[in-house]
């Protein structure tokens, strides 16, 4: 299996699994989240991935850079699900 394959399951994985959160049978803090109720949380990501950004860039500190930019990637994949869920 190529590299891209194996992310493109990864990645669907992450989709499938973020959708379990937001079933009936899933997470209810999850399910409750709308795009409002989640906003000041994507902000707050934001400007922690930017400030791990700083310190990668200043002590090579790739570790919290990581944990910052898949909390963002939550947070996209959370309003992603949320507006198919809409129909949008």
Known sequence: ????????????????????????????????QTHESLRMQLIEEAYEAADAMLAYQSKGEIDNLREELGDILLQVMLHSVIAKEEGI
Not at 7 to 31: M, N, Y
């Open 1 to 32: 299996m190529s590299n891209k394959e194996t992310t493109l399951q990864a990645l669907e994985k992450f989709i499938h699994e973020v959708e379990e959160l937001r079933s009936d049978h899933g997470c209810p803090w999850d399910k409750a």
